[in-house]
């Protein structure tokens, strides 16, 4: 049976058969009438948008033999088969209909009207398997994708605590740095290890360290994330600029991280340090007219 389905969406015989996995029926049909597989519904689901949401593998591959460009065909919404499946958990028809696909990177990052992905969809609706299996085929890349209501498919797994675990390991940290979350970011760590502290980002000019990045953020977390990586991320300058956590804490006028890293990372030769133009702590807080951090150097 077609469970939470419009029955008003002007669903003909063949669609239901495809629905219901009934692909006898279906071939009987299509035999006899070829052009049944370009019916749609009112809101134009396919036959394998039909099969691919309700989970009807054989069904989705019979289709499929028949006509392959269906696989590209969108509803009213932009959903695309794929997107469905996702949607639904049904991680088999996922298999099937990337198999199928010659340009997979498409299928993994294409977008419905609302922008967003099949990622978003199995994200949001807590299918862990279908999660894990779209992160395997497409990394973490897919997990930075916002749609257009700025939701990234992590946002969108915040009440999910087996899917965000899933996530985790395709996750970049200073994505987390960014954005002020410090949980993932001891996760990563936990994860992938502290190695991950002297990785570097490709932002010009700075070259940044995620440490760096938490200093330039004027990140709360600083404490926490320098706890766990000790003196190392004091020592730290961004390869583009030779800006040290220090330098750059000064040029924010951060005077309480300031003060943690002159007790975690070397006290006085901090002061002397300089960047790639020359420039020590003090000249960059008096340079941005921070007082309180001018006054503390």
């Keep these: 049976m077609l469970v939470g389905w419009d029955w008003d969406a002007e669903i003909t015989f063949f669609l239901l058969a495809a629905g219901l996995g009934n692909f006898g029926i279906m071939k009987v049909m299509y035999e006899s009438k070829p052009d049944v597989l370009q019916q749609t519904d009112k809101y134009d689901y396919s036959a394998l948008h039909f099969a691919a949401r309700h989970g009807c593998l054989a069904a989705v591959n019979q289709v499929l033999e028949w006509d392959p460009k269906l696989i590209d065909g969108r509803t009213d919404a932009g959903y695309t088969p794929f997107m469905k499946a996702a949607a639904f958990g049904h991680v088999n028809v996922m298999m099937a209909l990337y198999a199928k696909r010659e340009d997979k990177q498409a299928l993994l990052t294409g977008t419905d009207k609302m922008g967003s992905t099949a990622l978003h969809s199995a994200a949001l609706h807590d299918h862990s398997a279908a999660v894990s299996q779209l992160l395997e ?25 087996k899917i965000r675990d899933i996530m985790q390991k395709y996750m970049d940290v200073f994505e987390a740095v960014k954005a002020n979350d410090v949980q993932s970011v001891h996760r990563l760590i936990d994860v992938q290890g502290k190695d991950i502290l002297d990785s570097q980002d490709d932002e010009f000019p700075w070259k940044r360290t995620p440490f760096i990045a938490a200093v330039q953020y004027v990140w709360r977390h600083c404490p926490a994330l320098c706890s766990q990586g000790g003196q190392s991320c004091c020592r730290q300058s961004a390869a583009g600029c030779g800006w040290t956590p220090f330098i750059l804490a000064a040029a924010y006028g951060n005077v309480d ?3 943690l890293l002159f007790a975690k990372g070397g006290g006085t030769k901090l002061l002397t340090k300089q960047d790639n133009t020359g420039d020590t702590a003090l000249h960059r807080a008096a340079l941005n007219d921070h007082s309180a951090a001018v006054s503390q150097l």
Excluded: E, F, Y
Aim: aromatic residues 8%.
């Design 257 to 259: 991280v300031m003060q």
């Design 137 to 161: 085929w497409g990394g973490g890349a897919l997990l930075d994708i916002k749609s257009r209501l700025g939701g990234t498919p992590w946002d969108l797994a915040k009440h999910n605590r």
